[in-house]
C-alpha cells in the first residue's frame, strides 16, 4: 500500500485546478440507466471511485467508454443485461446504491446490495426504502440484499424525508422522473450535486422543478433522451485546499472553484481569519495575518458547514489560536482523524459527538494512518505546517476522491512524495 511522505515547507503560492466533483458524478453516472439514449459527461473527476462506479454500470450491460484519460465518460444504456448490483462493488463503494432508483424506473425491478458499514458510520437505507415504496415499488430484504420490484411501474407520489440525505434524494428524484405522474419530495437535499443531477436530467428530458430548495417537484415522463452533461465543481476539493495556504501559509488561487457552492463554509473561514476572494477565474485564499483564531463548526445538511469538510477544518484548528469545538451531526463516527492529529502534538479531547481542539503553536510530523477519504487528507494539511517530516500510511482513501493530490500540492510548493507500497 502507497505511503505519502510530507515535509513541513512553509508558505505556498500559486494555483490549483480544482476537478469536477466525486460526489455529482457518483450520481450522474447512474443516470444513464434511466435512457436507451448515450448520456456523456465532460469534467469527470479522475479517480478510483470513478472507476468502480464505471465497473458497477458495465455489470449490468451499460457501455461506459472513459476518454481523455478519464475526463469524459461516454455512456449508453441501450442495452441492459442485469440488475443485480453485487456486494463486492457495493460494499466499496456506498454510492453503488444509486443505480437502485433508476434500475427500479428503468426496467421495474433491482436487487441491490446494501452496502454494509463503512468507517465513518452503519449507513443505512431506510430513506432510500420508504421514498422508493411510497413511488409503488415491493422492497424486501434479503441474504444481504435489496430486492426491489415495481410490477406496475412507478407512480408519483407526496414524499416527505424524515432527514434530508443526500442520497435518498438522488434516488428518488431519478425515479420519479420516470413514474407516471407527479411526485413532490419535501425536506429533499439542497446540496450542489442535487442541482447538477436536476441540470442534467432536465437536459434528458426530465419535467423537474425545485431543485436546491427542500421542495422538489417531478412531473414523469414516458421516457428520457441522451444528453451531454459537464460535472459541476468539486466544493468538498476545493474546500479541503482553501485550508492549505490556511493551514500553512500564503496564496493560493483554486482555478475552476465557486464561493456559491460552499455554504457556511465561508464564513466560517471569514471568521477565522482567512481571506477568501472569488475571482474571475477561481478562489484566491490566504491567511490574514499571523496565526488564525479558532471558531466553533456545527456541521449540517447544506447549506450548513459540510461534513465532507469538518476533518480539514479540524487540522486547521490544531494550530489556531483559542479552543474550538467542532460539533459533527451528520455521521456517528467521523472523528478518526483525531487521534492521529494527537500523534502530532495536537491537544484534541472527543466526547461522542464534539470534538475539543486547543490550538498549539506547531504539530510536529510523524507517522500518522488514514482511515476514511477526508480523514486522510487533514493529516495531509497539517503535515504541510508541521516541523519535520509526517508519514501518511494507507493513502489508497485518498486516490477515492483527490485527483493528483501530490501534484497539485507540490505546484503550489508543498514538499510531499508518494512512496510505493511495501
Ligand atoms: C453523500 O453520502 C456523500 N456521498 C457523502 O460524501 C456525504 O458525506 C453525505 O452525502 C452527506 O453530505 C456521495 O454523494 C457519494 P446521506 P450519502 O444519505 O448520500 C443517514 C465523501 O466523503 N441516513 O445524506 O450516503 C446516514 O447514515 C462522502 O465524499 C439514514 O439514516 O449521505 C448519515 O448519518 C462521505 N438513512 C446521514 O443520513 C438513509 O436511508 C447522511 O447520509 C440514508 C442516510
Redesign the pocket.
Known sequence: MDSILVRGNGALSGEIPIAGA???C??LMPATLLSEEPLTLTNAPRLS?IKTMSTLLRSLGAEVVSLQDGGVLAMSSHDLTSTWADYDIVRK???S??VLGPLLARMGHAEVSLPGGCA???????????GLEALGAEIELKDGYLLAKAPKGLKGAEIAL?????????NIVMAAALARGTTVLTNA?R?P?IVDLVKCLRQMGAQIQGEGTERIEIQGVDRLHGATHEVVADR?ELGTYMLAPAIAGGEVECIGGRLDLLGAFVEKLDEAGVAVEQTNRGVKVSRKNGRVKAVDVTTA??PGF???LQAQMMALMCTAEGVSELHET???NRFMHAPELVRMGADIEVHGGTATVTGVKKLKGAPVMAT???ASVSLILAAMAAEGETRVARVYHLD??YEQLEKKLMGVGAEIERISGE
Open positions: 466525486k460526489n455529482a457518483l450520481t471511485d463503494m456506498r454510492a446504491n444509486l465513518i458510520g452503519a449507513r443505512p437505507m431506510d430513506l432510500h426504502i420508504h424524515r432527514f434530508a440525505s443526500v442520497g435518498a434524494t438522488e437535499a446540496e450535486e468538498i445538511v447544506f459540510p461534513t465532507d451528520i455521521f456517528e476514511d477519504l477526508r477515492r476522491g
